[in-house]
């Protein structure tokens, strides 16, 4: 079955600075790889994802790169603010069912 | 206008008890999911049911059973509750293709 693995498990980063996440995936069936910020007491919600078809994928400061030969992807946050603080999941699936999850990334953004 | 929905969002309860977690969804998805998230934040996922097929870990005791009286209900059984138990139970609904949308939780206490 499939494996992911996240890293790092923490990292702290200066408001302003950017901050990188990086996920790696064990079954090469996986076409389909979401990423999730989940804040303190609440939901893990959907920031981004990415196909398997696609490189690259931007959202205003949140990017996400895939590369398929290697297996992994990685979240980018540029210009990192407060309320970027939380722990991220990565996840990878076949065709958006039964989600394997990282283990997550708490990111705290220091002031 | 809640998505996916689940009740309760607080659960205290004692060993040995039989206890049952609702979930709603009203996106139409064809599958749901139950996930549960443990004191390291890892999520993992415990069951997927759609109209044909249901998915059981099989690292999930057999205390833990899920209900569905129809598509947009998945409920969560559990027998026999034990302190390791205690955790937080994500509901999630997807359609096939996209990410998931997850339920806001139950946070399961066992005394």
């Known amino acids: 079955g499939e494996n992911v693995e996240q890293h790092p498990s923490t990292l702290s980063v200066q408001e302003g600075d950017s901050a990188v996440i990086k996920c790696t995936y064990s079954d090469s069936a996986s076409n389909y790889f979401p990423w999730y910020k989940q804040e303190l007491g609440k939901r893990p919600q959907l920031i981004i994802d990415?196909?398997?078809?696609?490189g690259e994928k931007k959202d205003q400061r949140i990017a996400v790169t895939l590369n398929k030969t290697a297996k992994h992807f990685s979240l980018h946050i540029t210009e990192t603010q407060p309320e970027d603080s939380a722990v991220y999941f990565c996840a990878a699936s076949n065709y958006g069912q039964n989600f394997v999850f990282g283990p997550g990334t708490r990111l705290s953004v220091l002031p | 206008d809640t998505a996916v929905s689940q009740t309760p969002k607080y659960l205290v309860t004692q060993m040995g008890n039989d206890k049952s977690i609702k979930c709603e969804q009203n996106l139409g998805h064809d599958t749901m999911y139950w996930y549960k998230q443990d004191s390291k934040k890892f999520l993992k996922i415990m069951f997927s049911y759609n109209n044909k097929e249901l998915i059981i870990n099989e690292t999930v005791p057999n205390r833990f059973s899920p209900k569905s009286p129809d598509k947009a209900h998945l409920n969560l059984h559990i027998n026999s509750l034990e302190l390791g138990d205690s955790a937080v139970y994500f509901c999630?609904?997807?359609?096939?293709?996209?990410?998931?949308?997850f339920g806001s939780g139950t946070r399961l206490t066992v005394v």
């Open positions: 999630a609904s997807s359609q096939q293709r996209d990410g998931y949308t």
């Open positions: 990415i196909r398997s078809n696609v």
